[in-house]
């Protein structure tokens, strides 16, 4: 499972529009250069991005876009959804037609992460990221969900013997 090119390009230059907020609509060609994604890719993202109302365009001298609501209320799992991107851990697609035209033996797994991924991206808003991006040292600022690492099992000694 990972993401496109298209979703992680979708985020960065959403969140590179939040980033410089306030600033007055922001030029395509700024956010192309600093983020070094090409200007013509951005164009289409944008016209998927401007539809689903995520950012709206300021047209003639000066224009560019701005985000279309707060900060605060534009979720990460928005954005990729809005250029058509699907987290999806599943190898059918999630159909469950993946092994003789029905789920596999691990297909609700995948499935179950599939719903984790989105549950936890629309859990993140681009304030969330502007502020951990402005206050990195200072985690407890944000609002992003910090799951608890998974323990890696100990080592267990052998238990059999070479004289056995």
Same mark, same amino acid.
């Given at each position: 499972? %990972? ?5 992680? =390009? ?6 590179? $529009? ?18 070094? @994604?090409?200007?013509? +890719?951005?164009?289409? $993202?944008f016209?998927?991005? %401007? ?13 560019? =876009? ?7 209320? @534009?979720?990460?799992?928005? @954005? ?18 993946? +092994? ?9 797994l995948?499935?179950?992460l599939?719903?984790? @991924? /989105?549950? /936890?991206?629309?859990?993140?808003? $681009? ?38």
């Amino acid at each position: 499972m %990972r993401l496109t090119t298209k979703g992680r =390009y979708a985020v960065t230059a959403v969140l590179d $529009l939040a980033i410089h907020h306030g600033q007055g609509p922001i030029a395509l060609a700024d956010i192309a250069r600093r983020q070094g @994604i090409s200007l013509s +890719y951005l164009e289409q $993202l944008f016209a998927k991005l %401007r539809r689903q109302r995520l950012v709206c365009s300021v047209r003639g001298p000066g224009g560019g =876009y701005n985000l279309a609501r707060e900060m605060g209320e @534009i979720k990460v799992a928005e @954005i990729i959804a809005a250029v058509d991107e699907h987290v999806d851990a599943t190898k059918c697609g999630g159909a469950g037609d993946c +092994y003789n035209e029905g789920p596999c033996l691990t297909h609700d797994l995948w499935m179950d992460l599939s719903h984790r @991924i /989105y549950e /936890y991206l629309n859990q993140i808003s $681009l304030r969330d990221l502007v502020e951990r991006r402005c206050h990195p040292a200072d985690s407890d600022q944000t609002h992003i969900p910090q799951e608890p690492m998974m323990e890696r099992p100990q080592a267990q000694p052998n238990q059999f013997s070479a004289n056995a």
